[in-house]
């Protein structure tokens, strides 16, 4: 008993497998899902493909879907959060206490927060990256494929870490960025905390690693006559973002780690006593998570001006401005975080600085939707599903830009701060913004990568829900926070006459949960059909950049012979006989082969995470030297590669052009 | 493309009907909201104070500068993508991609309205520093909050009374908060009366209140602190200056002393406190509280001196030094 008492450390108990009936929902579902992924798998004899090609390839494309797949899986927890939270606060008014308490509530919110930032936007967002980046470049693969294929199990391991929350232990109840001295351990000693560090800690040092992969391959890959004022401004807004991940998650990895330290060795960073100042905290963690709001956003800008320039048939109005915006948000976006706590009495200097500052932000944001508007303004546009995710983002976005102007009046946000105002906010913004965008470029790069479309009116009748389920959920949010509710309640006074609009809240969630349904409806469907959505052409939408040049889906090398442009939208003019993008002869060229110590590294950082929550500082020691050992092998592998010879990759282009 | 076997069997609606169904389902949602929200006369757009009349207002012209930019936008998007869908027989410009003009024109407009937005938030983020005294031609009246676990502890150090959960003030005379935590961080709002600021411990911050009419307002904790967080509620009872006076004097002569006991009987977490009073014997019960946070040896002072000067200092219930300046990193 000892010795296992040794092994298993004092923090490990039995108590932490049972909270109660809801909560063992959320393990049921947790463990039946796992399940049926293993059963499924073994049933159709899945496993050896599913390692071959997948798990450890190093194609771009591939890594794309895998994250877009995670992302999936956690925007269902996510909006299943959603959906308790918006239950809970529809029913619990006076002495009806709903069906969660606080505790729990708590750490569905702070669950659903912390999933949908770290493990949905980013997910999607590191997805499109990867789906459509090196195509858009003329590249074959971006310029560190194992190191991609690392970042991808990181941001797994994080994945598998806050899902297992749900199994043993619990996570935290402290808000999404779990502000001390709330999340030191005085105030939560359980490992609820410790499960949100670790799970995003490891997820953001992927974050970090994929920022250094794509601007190498943004600014080594680019494909010959593709200078950087040529590149599609999707590529641009990548650049951007990649820039602020860069030199933004290092501090996210810094205050992690310091209230790691804070938390296993008794140090006092940012408790209230012994020196220890929670404001630092809040400062570094907001210098992080403003620029994060911009690294979520900007791909989306990105994937707006490929769509309004497709669909409209018409070059990108005004691309230097474009590029200047991005770059302007981009450089603002790190001389605005003191703006998350005005109301921590800076005075009126900081404030006012930082106001302003903020609100100068929403100058190259205004001009990027004059930009596209303009684009649409003598174009023949085509009203595809698209299309319509963009219309529903400039109707949203808009009073979401509206409302955060708003608050970054000081004076303003002293009344609104923390209030459901803000929340309804944010959601205006990610989702009208964000999630619409990354929908968007989903269902316009599908073809490219599986060889078929996304069925159109399914597509545009999920986007018709979730614009009106949007309204619906979010509207009377905003009046809510007009009438002095703050976030996060789990309970409210029956007399301050809350409930009816959070039962009409309640409502438009139910809308945007059928046009979730939607959607899977339509991936199904689409899938089901996929003989008569098939893209024969490569080119469904008459696109204007290099990856609709190459048959769909792309294939592994993405272009047999690489391609030379001569200006931007080169595809477009190539089509036009303006030029030609593929001349010269073919060349040898290498792939990388697979490989696992992606898979490898993944499974030593879940088990760091782990040890690390419930210490196990044994377990730990194991989990680092296994990522070193992996690591060391893995560099005394001299035989990495494939090559294609020139004769091959001609042999390989006739092949697919005569299945075309 | 998409072969006619892959589609719903549903016929395709005309776009006039589109519009139709997306303007009515608009108009019923507006209607029930208006319907819902009806009466409902308790938030920050009705006011009660001076300082969240001067909020509300600048919040209606910051919307209103707002509207300047929205629907234009709107106007423009619907306009466009109605004339210029596919089949249209309008002029088609598809290498036309950019106009020196029309972009100065909107990085022009933008950064107009920022700029004259930018010149209020200036003004207004002094002249609405929840730290600056009201002007009024009486003395502020002085009060203590505390945020402790899960509940508001008020002290009025020169009534020498404390109460929970309930805060009384004379209406038409400035009250000056100073507020502190003996706990996780919260926020002090009372959202008819002025905007809120955190209560964090070993710290102070200031929040200057005034409130035009006699009522009962709601107040509040916006930032989560805990499992009683939902609870962290408290009464604003504004009253004339002779009620108030009176209810000083009943709390002074009626209720228990808030000694040491009492105090750490009190800072014990608990949920939905029912209302009580005190009188205060210690003139420095507010003080104690913060310095609760502050370093306990010297030694620990002397390392940290360098660093964090004004950290080491004693902040007393006089002290208007924002928070985020004793900052030593910053």
């Given at each position: 008993m000892n010795l296992l008492a040794s092994i298993l450390?004092?923090?490990?108990?039995?108590?932490?497998?049972?909270?109660?009936?809801?909560?063992?929902?959320?393990?049921?579902?947790?463990?039946?899902?796992?399940?049926?992924?293993v059963a499924g798998l073994t049933y159709f004899k899945k496993w050896g493909y599913i390692w071959r090609e997948w798990l450890t390839s190093l194609d771009a494309k591939k890594i794309g879907v895998m994250y877009t797949v995670v992302a999936v899986v956690m925007l269902l927890r996510g909006f299943g959060d959603a959906v308790m939270m918006r239950l809970q606060q529809m029913l619990a008014s006076g002495d009806s206490k709903g069906f969660l308490d606080a505790e729990h509530f708590q750490q569905v919110f702070t669950a659903h927060g912390t999933i949908m930032i770290f493990f949905v936007a980013m997910g999607l967002m590191f997805g499109l990256i990867n789906l459509v980046l090196p195509l858009m470049l003329g590249a074959r693969d971006v310029a560190f494929p194992l190191l991609n294929s690392i970042s991808f199990y990181l941001y797994l391991a994080g994945f598998v870490l806050v899902n297992l929350s749900l199994v043993y232990g619990e996570?935290?109840?402290?808000?999404?960025?779990?502000y001390p001295p709330l999340s030191e351990l005085q105030f939560s000693p359980g490992p609820g905390v410790d499960y949100w560090l670790w799970s995003i800690q490891i997820a953001g040092i992927g974050s970090t690693l994929s920022a250094i992969n794509f601007i190498v391959t943004i600014l080594r890959m680019r494909c010959k006559g593709m200078t950087l004022m040529r590149m599609p401004v999707f590529a641009w807004s990548i650049f951007a973002t990649m820039i602020l991940t860069l030199a933004a998650f290092p501090m996210l990895t810094g205050s992690l780690f310091m209230l790691s330290l804070d938390r296993?060795?008794?140090?006092?960073?940012f408790t209230s006593e012994l020196g220890g100042n929670a404001m630092m905290y809040i400062n570094l963690i907001w210098a992080w998570g403003h620029p994060e709001v911009y690294i979520l956003v900007l791909p989306a800008f990105g994937i707006y001006s490929e769509v309004v320039a497709t669909f409209a048939r018409k070059k990108l109005f005004g691309y230097t401005s474009m590029v200047w915006a991005l770059m302007a948000i981009a450089l603002f976006s790190y001389l605005v975080w003191a703006h998350h706590f005005f109301t921590m009495g800076a005075g009126g200097n900081v404030n006012a600085f930082f106001g302003i500052m903020t609100m100068i932000i929403a100058i190259p944001t205004g001009v990027k939707v004059f930009n596209w508007l303009f684009t649409l303004y003598k174009g023949r546009i085509r009203f595809d599903a698209p299309m319509w995710w963009f219309v529903a983002f400039v109707t949203t976005f808009l009073i979401g830009g509206a409302t955060g102007v708003m608050l970054a009046v000081p004076a303003i946000d002293f009344q609104v701060h923390n209030s459901l105002f803000l929340v309804a906010h944010f959601h205006n913004t990610i989702i009208g913004g964000v999630v619409f965008g990354y929908f968007a470029g989903l269902t316009y790069w599908f073809p490219k990568i599986f060889g078929f479309k996304l069925h159109e009116r399914l597509g545009k009748l999920a986007a018709s829900l979730w614009i009106a389920g949007f309204f619906m959920a979010f509207i009377p949010i905003y009046i809510l926070g007009f009438l002095g509710a703050t976030r996060r309640l789990e309970k409210f006074d029956p007399s301050y006459g809350w409930q009816p609009l959070f039962i009409a809240s309640a409502i438009g969630t139910a809308v945007i949960g059928l046009a979730v349904a939607t959607q899977l409806v339509q991936l199904g469907y689409s899938i089901w059909k996929r003989k008569q959505l098939q893209d024969k052409t490569g080119d469904p939408w008459n696109g204007r950049t290099l990856e609709w040049s190459v048959p769909s889906p792309a294939p592994e090398y993405n272009f047999a012979r690489l391609p030379v442009v001569h200006s931007r939208d080169a595809w477009w003019h190539a089509k036009q006989g303006q030029a030609n993008i593929y001349e010269g002869a073919y060349r040898d060229f290498e792939l990388p082969k697979n490989t696992g110590t992606g898979v490898a590294i993944g499974i030593a950082a879940t088990i760091f995470g782990f040890a690390a929550i419930w210490h196990l500082w044994w377990l730990c020691v194991v989990a680092v030297t296994m990522v070193v050992w992996v690591l060391v092998r893995r560099m005394m592998n001299e035989d990495t590669e494939v090559l294609v010879t020139a004769a091959q990759a001609r042999k390989l282009d006739a092949t697919r052009k005569a299945a075309a | 493309m998409v072969k006619r076997a892959a589609r719903l069997?549903?016929?395709?609606?005309?776009?006039?009907?589109?519009v139709c169904i997306w303007v009515a389902v608009t108009a019923i949602?507006?209607?029930i909201l208006y319907r819902l929200t009806k009466g409902m006369n308790h938030g920050i757009l009705n006011p009660k104070g001076e300082i969240a009349e001067r909020q509300r207002n600048l919040l209606a012209f910051a919307a209103a500068l707002s509207l300047l930019v929205i629907v234009p936008v709107y106007a423009m998007l619907f306009a466009f993508v109605w004339r210029y869908r596919e089949g249209h027989k309008r002029s088609y410009k598809p290498n036309w991609d950019t106009h020196k003009v029309y972009e100065t024109i909107w990085w022009g407009i933008p950064i107009i309205i920022i700029g004259i937005l930018a010149?209020?938030?200036?003004?207004?983020?002094?002249?609405?520093?929840?730290?600056?005294?009201?002007?009024?031609?009486?003395?502020?009246?002085?009060?203590?909050?505390?945020?402790?676990?899960?509940?508001?502890?008020?002290?009025y150090p020169e009534q020498n009374i404390a109460s929970v959960n309930e805060v009384v003030i004379p209406t038409n005379t400035p009250v000056e908060f100073t507020i502190t935590s003996d706990g996780p961080m919260n926020s002090f709002w009372i959202p008819q009366l002025a905007g809120q600021i955190y209560a964090m411990s070993g710290m102070s911050t200031k929040l200057h209140i005034n409130a035009y009419d006699v009522g009962s307002y709601k107040g509040l904790?916006?930032?989560i602190s805990g499992t009683g967080f939902s609870d962290m509620k408290f009464a604003v009872r504004a009253m004339h200056q002779t009620d108030y006076e009176q209810w000083i004097s009943t709390a002074y002569a009626s209720h228990d002393a808030l000694n040491e006991t009492v105090y750490s009987q009190l800072r014990k977490p608990s949920i939905n406190n029912p209302v009580a009073l005190y009188r205060v014997i210690s003139s420095d019960l507010y003080d104690t509280i913060i310095a609760r946070y502050m370093h306990p040896d010297s030694s620990q002072v002397k390392t940290t001196e360098e660093n964090q000067p004004s950290q080491t200092k004693l902040p007393t219930s006089q002290d208007t030094d924002h928070p985020m300046h004793d900052m030593g990193g910053m």
């Open positions: 450390g004092d923090r490990m108990s039995w108590d932490y497998f049972w909270h109660g009936w809801v909560q063992f929902g959320g393990q049921a579902a947790t463990i039946g899902g796992a399940l049926a992924v996570f935290g109840a402290v808000g999404w960025l779990a296993m060795m008794g140090m006092h960073y | 069997r549903l016929p395709p609606l005309p776009r006039w009907a589109v949602f507006a209607a010149a209020v938030t200036w003004v207004t983020s002094h002249s609405l520093d929840p730290y600056k005294p009201l002007a009024s031609s009486k003395s502020p009246v002085q009060i203590q909050a505390v945020a402790m676990n899960w509940k508001w502890l008020f002290i904790s916006s930032n």
